[in-house]
């Protein structure tokens, strides 16, 4: 089997692509020349340019490609540091999964990519990695998008009658007051008055009542005005992206048209 195609099975392997029995993912490493580290981690990028190169730079990584997307399997995390990662990934939209034993490189790859779909589309030099390791709350709120909208919706009722302003308004305050533990915090937090906190807390009380007593409550509402905002980046990202695309494709579309015209002679 040529290299190439043994490293690509390989990397579906590991990556939980295609079903290997017991014993075959040591004939696909030895066939591939890339002995299965104990530990790796998964790093997927946005463009396949200098992909090689970028292996080499991390271990011998093992490139690979899910979906169109080009992924590397890092070998020994702990010899590449954060740093190291990041000197390596500057400059291009990259997300760095979190390290896991070989066995559930598959969930490393998975946390990667949808890292990166939640990424910024421009690129330039100063462009860093993201790293699931830090938005591991984040990815957790946002694994069911269903579940998370059922929270918000179960916590949050109180503020729908609210004007939009007003309800931004006591949901910013709630959060600080819930992060910062009081309102001399949560003003720090806002940039605002101690006495506007109280103000708004006393709303705030009115609407959720005794319940906001209740520590187990309290976890549950941070919990739900953190998904509701990070719902919101998450939709507002998709449909710039969308927005994004539609004009590309109505410049592109007029320039194959000419293209067209030019070969029919019109």
């Given at each position: 089997?040529?290299?190439?195609?043994?490293r690509q099975d390989l990397f579906d392997a590991l990556a939980?692509?295609?079903?290997?029995?017991e014993?075959?993912?040591?004939?696909?490493?030895?066939?591939a020349g890339w002995p299965v580290p104990d530990t790796l981690q998964a790093v997927v990028l946005a463009s396949p340019a200098?992909?090689?190169?970028?292996?080499?730079?991390?271990?011998?990584?093992?490139?690979?490609?899910?979906?169109?997307?080009?992924?590397?399997?890092?070998?020994?995390?702990?010899?590449?540091?954060?740093?190291?990662?990041?000197?390596?990934?500057?400059?291009?939209?990259?997300?760095?999964?979190?390290v896991v034993p070989a066995t559930e490189a598959a969930s490393s790859?998975?946390?990667?990519?949808y890292l990166l779909s939640l990424g910024p589309s421009r690129v330039g030099p100063e462009t860093r990695p993201a790293f699931v390791d830090d938005h591991l709350s984040a990815l957790l709120l946002l694994q069911?998008?269903?579940l998370a909208d059922a929270l918000t919706s179960r916590w949050l009722g109180p503020l729908d009658e609210l004007t939009p302003r007003q309800s931004e308004r006591?949901?910013?305050?709630?959060?600080?007051?819930?992060?910062?533990?009081?309102?001399?915090?949560?003003?720090?937090?806002?940039?605002?008055?101690p006495q506007t906190v109280r103000y708004r807390l006393r709303q705030i009380e009115k609407l959720f009542g005794p319940a906001l007593r209740d520590p187990r409550t309290r976890f549950e509402l941070e919990m739900a005005l953190r998904s509701r905002r990070l719902m919101a980046h998450v939709r507002s990202y998709r449909a710039r992206a969308g927005r994004r695309a539609r004009a590309?494709?109505?410049?592109?579309?007029?320039?194959?048209?000419?293209?067209?015209?030019?070969?029919?002679g019109l």
């Amino acid at each position: 089997m040529p290299v190439a195609r043994a490293r690509q099975d390989l990397f579906d392997a590991l990556a939980g692509q295609r079903g290997v029995p017991e014993g075959g993912l040591t004939e696909l490493a030895r066939a591939a020349g890339w002995p299965v580290p104990d530990t790796l981690q998964a790093v997927v990028l946005a463009s396949p340019a200098e992909a090689p190169q970028l292996a080499a730079a991390l271990g011998h990584a093992l490139i690979g490609s899910i979906d169109g997307d080009t992924c590397l399997f890092v070998p020994d995390p702990a010899t590449q540091t954060k740093a190291r990662l990041e000197a390596a990934l500057k400059g291009r939209m990259a997300a760095v999964g979190h390290v896991v034993p070989a066995t559930e490189a598959a969930s490393s790859l998975r946390w990667a990519r949808y890292l990166l779909s939640l990424g910024p589309s421009r690129v330039g030099p100063e462009t860093r990695p993201a790293f699931v390791d830090d938005h591991l709350s984040a990815l957790l709120l946002l694994q069911d998008e269903s579940l998370a909208d059922a929270l918000t919706s179960r916590w949050l009722g109180p503020l729908d009658e609210l004007t939009p302003r007003q309800s931004e308004r006591l949901e910013v305050t709630l959060l600080a007051w819930l992060e910062g533990g009081g309102a001399p915090e949560a003003a720090k937090l806002l940039h605002v008055h101690p006495q506007t906190v109280r103000y708004r807390l006393r709303q705030i009380e009115k609407l959720f009542g005794p319940a906001l007593r209740d520590p187990r409550t309290r976890f549950e509402l941070e919990m739900a005005l953190r998904s509701r905002r990070l719902m919101a980046h998450v939709r507002s990202y998709r449909a710039r992206a969308g927005r994004r695309a539609r004009a590309v494709a109505s410049t592109i579309r007029p320039l194959g048209m000419a293209r067209e015209a030019r070969v029919n002679g019109l």
